[in-house]
């Protein structure tokens, strides 16, 4: 520990606060892929992070995780199975100054992966483990929210023991899914078997919750270790179709307006109420709040504690409209790993 502990401080001195290189490159483990659904969203946030690495300031360190479970390196697996790559990525994390955290969903972005760097010693870039689980849980998200006086869609929690009634329009979504896998809008009772199904084959925990109707608008955090928490330009999701689903989300169709044409008081309300998830969540380093603006006001939606994050991604898509671009903003997130 004591090792770590040396070369993280080395590390953390090698960059000044203005983020000029001080020695030699800052060893930085990018971890993506994953055992869920988004692997391939995934890799495509590393790989993205890993070019974008400021050289001459970071040397980027690439593992993935497959969706086997068994850790690859550079130059192919660590191990024959899970557990035995498992124990050399553990060695390979602990050559490194921090860790950038690329995994979206289960096994990864619900805190797996940071508790796993708390017990190695490294520092790990965005929110601690009790954070992501939170976030990644969508119904404890929701009682933490409504906790602190932010809305959120009136909904029940099922399992494949609950009897369900259509009783109205209705939207389904696993408990702890991301890039909206399993989401589906239910109109007919003749919809909800199926989209129950959907869910329950990602999660054994599904909501079901009101349709809102009401302007998509989502706010991006950082705590910035050189000015302190900002928060974004918002940015509103304009879609063809009713849904902002999965293939919406990547094939090109739905548009961002950045910043999203809100009030002065509504851009109040809403820093106020992503604030106010974001510390009740114990969110740190980045994160993304989604809300829907209604005829009643901002009710929350999701939190992500590592969204999408390629150059393209919504979250570096609104600190570049404040002139933060994405090598920078990597920067910054790592500094803050670094130095917390």
Known sequence: MRAVNSAVNSAVNTVEENGEAMGEPVRVAVVGGGQNCEHDVSLASAAAARDALDPARYTAVPLTIDRAGRWIGQDGPLGDTPAASLAEAVRVLGTCAVVLPLLHGPRGEDGALAALCELAGVP??????????????????????????????????????????????????????????????????????????????LDDRVLVEEVLVGREIDVAVLDDPDTGRRVGPPLEIKVPGELFDTTTKYDGSAGFTIPAPLSPGESAALTDAALRVYDAVGCRGVARVDFFLTDDGFVLNEVNTMPGMTAESQLPRMFAAEGLDYPALLDKLLREAMAR
Do not use: I
Request: proline content about 5%; overall charge positive.
């Open 124 to 201: 790990c870039a965005g929110s601690p483990a009790r954070a992501g689980a939170l976030a990644m849980d969508k119904w404890a998200t929701k009682l933490v929210a409504e906790a602190v006086g932010v809305r959120t869609a009136a909904g029940r929690l099922v399992t494949a023991r609950s009897e369900v009634e259509f009783t109205g329009p209705v939207v389904v979504k696993p408990v702890a899914a991301g890039s909206s896998f399993g989401v589906r809008l239910v109109t007919t009772a003749e919809e909800l078997a199926p989209a129950l199904r959907a869910a329950l084959d």
